[in-house]
C-alpha cells in the first residue's frame, strides 16, 4: 500500500502536460487556424510514387488537411484503416459536397477528381496509407504522429 501511495504522489505531483499548440485556441478549439498544419498534397496516378516525401510527421492534437488528387489514369483507391482510426476526422469534401465520417477505411477513385480530408492527429505512432494490393515503397505514405 505504501509503494501505491508513493506512485500516485508522484503522479498527481508532475502531471504530464503538452506545451498548447496555440497561445490562445479561442472559440474555434483545435480548429483554430493557429493550430494547422501544413496542407499535405498526395497523387493517384498509374505508375508514379503516392508522394515525393514518403513520410510526414504530424503533430498529435494538431488539424491537418489531406489532399488526394487521382490524375483518371487508372482507377485508383488508397486505404489506411490503422490511419483513419487514429485521427478524428472533420470532414471529406467531393466535388464541394461534405461528408462527416464516422469510420472510413478506404477511398476509390473512378475517375480523375480531388478529395479534400480535414482532421486533427489523434494516435501517437507510425501510421501507413497505401495502393491497396500495392507492396512497393513508392505506393504508400507513411504519418508519424507525435
Known amino acids: 500500500m505504501k509503494y501505491l501511495t508513493l506512485a500516485l504522489t508522484a503522479l ?47 503533430q498529435s492534437g494538431a488539424y491537418y488537411k489531406l489532399l488526394i ?29 461534405e461528408i462527416r465520417p464516422m469510420a472510413v477505411e478506404s477511398l476509390e477513385f473512378d475517375a480523375a477528381g480531388t478529395a479534400e480530408i480535414s482532421f486533427v492527429a489523434i494516435k501517437p505512432g507510425s501510421h501507413v496509407l497505401r495502393i491497396p494490393g500495392s507492396t512497393g515503397e513508392t505506393q504508400m505514405v507513411t504519418f508519424n504522429i507525435q
Open 12 to 58: 498527481m505531483a508532475a502531471p504530464a502536460a503538452a506545451a498548447p499548440l496555440c497561445d490562445d485556441l479561442g472559440f474555434a478549439g483545435l480548429l483554430a487556424s493557429c493550430n494547422r498544419g501544413e496542407p499535405i498534397e498526395l497523387t493517384l496516378a498509374s505508375g508514379q510514387p503516392l508522394s515525393a516525401e514518403g513520410t510526414y510527421t504530424l
Open 69 to 97: 488528387t487521382a490524375d483518371g489514369s487508372a482507377e485508383l483507391a488508397i486505404s489506411g484503416p490503422d490511419f483513419f482510426r487514429a485521427i478524428w476526422m472533420n470532414e471529406i469534401v467531393i466535388n464541394q459536397i
